[in-house]
């Protein structure tokens, strides 16, 4: 009797408001609960949570047995507690990940917030909020390939991200401006599960490095200080705006990813196999995955300023090996694609007409005048 009380007790607390999503990553339906931190949480965290079993205890709600003072201690809490009292003093600026985010973001999440009560305790922020930053990275060399340990400094005050190539070189190899710098985690693409990816505009062109660090928390650690670096820069830049406001714009995921063939501004050249990116209004090509730079880039405006994206490639079109076309119109000139899978087609034609429905921005006019189609 007592076993079932309990097991109906438990699916009632999973209605309550905020029990019904996993309390890290906002998974629906959690499925497995945390006894000692009083919190309903997903399969994927759960598997996190079980690398700290001093601070987390896990059981099954639905297949494990529970006691009364186990119930009784989750009716206490719950997620929005539990939330209200380990997230009490997240920084605007630190990124919060969902269910779809890489492995080590969401591990070092759960583990500032539980094992290193970052957000309880201020002063344990400073390694991201601090507004200075100097360490080594494993950065990927751009004509070897190979991962070489590089001297890294954020400067807040000096408003860049730079690197040098030895330790005590005066001179850096690079400066990344906080003003124009992004960073995404890429774990696949970069092959390490702590790869992170960095681009940066240099001459109005997009320019990548990519980097790891074997400690995870160092690597989220720097992505954070990254964000908290572009939000005072744009706290300075859009003094009027709200932190909802800004928080969107200080690190941005691409909005696609994949190969596709192209041809050349006079179609009549041969298709030929590129990597594209497309991050915000820009399409970037190249030849590798992994390359510093794009060899060619495609600003895509929206559809009220004459911009357009057609399924299929015209009659006359020769010398593709993929049967699946993509034409993109321009006010001056079409862009001829073609993709292996009617699925990847579908997907690119999704990603294209999201950035074709918004509304250009001020800004983006600026960048479409000075915009420079490579060849």
Request: aromatic share 12%; net charge positive; proline share 5%.
């Amino acid at each position: 009797m007592a076993e079932e009380r309990n097991r109906r007790a438990l699916q009632e607390l999973l209605h309550k408001p905020g029990n019904n999503i996993c309390s890290d990553c906002g998974a629906a339906d959690p499925d497995w609960a945390s006894y000692t931190l009083g919190v309903f949480i997903c399969l994927n965290c759960s598997g996190i949570h079980r690398n700290i079993p001093q601070i987390s205890r896990l059981k099954s709600v639905r297949l494990d047995q529970w006691d009364d003072v186990q119930i009784e201690y989750m009716a206490c809490l719950g997620n929005e507690l539990a939330q209200g009292k380990f997230e009490s003093k997240v920084p605007a600026f630190y990124y919060k990940p969902t269910s779809s985010d890489c492995q080590v973001l969401r591990e070092q999440w759960i583990r500032a917030k539980y094992e290193r009560k970052e957000f309880i305790y201020i002063e344990k922020q400073e390694p991201y909020s601090a507004g200075y930053r100097e360490g080594l990275l494993w950065k990927r060399g751009r004509d070897n390939g190979q991962f070489l340990s590089r001297k890294f400094v954020l400067s807040e005050r000096e408003g860049a991200l730079k690197y040098f190539n030895k330790n005590d070189a005066r001179e850096p190899k690079a400066v990344m401006k906080i003003e124009h710098i992004n960073a995404t985690f890429q774990p696949t693409k970069i092959g390490n599960p702590n790869g992170l990816q960095i681009t940066y505009l240099k001459d109005n062109s997009t320019r990548n490095i990519f980097v790891y660090h074997e400690d995870g928390k160092e690597i989220v650690e720097w992505f954070n200080a990254i964000r908290a670096a572009r939000f005072h820069y744009l706290q300075v830049a859009y003094p009027g705006a709200s932190d909802l406001d800004l928080v969107p714009k200080l690190t941005r995921k691409f909005l696609k990813e994949g190969f596709m063939e192209k041809t050349g501004p006079k179609h009549t050249e041969g298709f030929k196999k590129r990597w594209f990116t497309l991050d915000d209004r820009r399409l970037m090509y190249f030849k590798d995955p992994l390359d510093a730079f794009a060899r060619g880039e495609v600003f895509i405006g929206s559809t009220e300023n004459n911009y357009e994206v057609l399924a299929g490639l015209p009659n006359s079109t020769q010398g593709y090996h993929w049967q699946y076309g993509i034409t993109i119109v321009t006010p001056d000139r079409r862009f001829l694609f073609a993709c292996e899978t009617d699925n990847e087609r579908a997907e690119w034609m999704e990603a294209f007409g999201k950035v074709l429905s918004k509304p250009m921005l001020p800004q983006e006019y600026a960048v479409e005048a000075h915009f420079k189609h490579k060849p």
